[in-house]
């Protein structure tokens, strides 16, 4: 038997991701089986359980695979929201890079519209759902980071609670992605969502060299609940 090389099992790997994205993307999670999947690339069914463990651990995996190039554009993990130079201005290009990402890249685009429209969070899919609900607390908990430093800078007291102001960003920009899928000819994605993100912060009463911003002589970071 000849050993394959593991320049080839990753290649077997990326074949077999590549389409799991198409075939989700034509059919829905739930109507797909890894069999299908296994044919589509080419390759076997005992190839899939090599290199991943259920359908789940596929969907996350291809997930990671197109969600990796858009951490890129927001700041690193690692580096202490006190310590960026321009905090609010690092959060609004991440939210540019996603948007740029997603109408312009195929593959970010195509996953998005997977994991928007076409995946069932049954109980086949819980690891999914898990996996979903990480990534979206990270955001929510990179953008209160990141508004809780900006107001604190400038004095600025956020007219809600700081969860409220994170959460409502997060749904006005998820909200537009969901829409653009549903129809990318309606709207420019980038455009629309750099104004639409611009409104919801000046809304906040950040000053982003339009309308200026609250100011108290205590910075104040959110109203009490």
């Not at 999914?128 to 604190?152: K, P």
Request: aromatic share 6%; glycine share 6%.
């Amino acid at each position: 038997m000849v050993r394959r090389t593991k320049a080839e099992a990753e290649a077997t790997r990326h074949s077999l991701l590549d389409a799991a994205e198409h075939l989700f993307q034509e059919r829905g999670v739930s109507r797909t089986s890894l069999n299908d999947i296994a044919t589509a690339a080419g390759t076997t069914r005992g190839a899939i359980y090599w290199h991943f463990k259920d359908k789940a651990d596929l969907f996350n995996a291809m997930l990671e695979r197109a969600t990796l190039p858009l951490e890129c554009g927001f700041p690193d993990q690692a580096t202490p929201v006190e310590a960026l130079e321009a905090p609010l201005e690092a959060l609004r290009a991440g939210m540019r890079h996603v948007l740029h990402q997603i109408a312009t890249d195929e593959r970010v685009r195509r996953v998005f519209e997977v994991l928007t429209h076409q995946v069932e969070y049954n109980t086949e899919m819980a690891a999914v759902r898990e996996r979903h609900l990480s990534m979206r607390q990270r955001y929510l908990a990179l953008t209160e980071a990141i508004l809780v430093e900006a107001a604190g800078r400038t004095g600025l007291r956020l007219p809600v609670p700081l969860s409220t102001a994170s959460l409502g960003l997060h749904i006005v920009m998820d909200g537009l992605k969901h829409n653009w899928l549903l129809d990318p000819s309606a709207f420019d994605l980038k455009a629309v969502g750099e104004h639409t993100m611009n409104t919801y912060l000046r809304g906040l009463g950040f000053s982003l060299g339009g309308a200026p911003a609250l100011r108290l002589q205590a910075p104040v970071h959110a109203m009490p609940t």
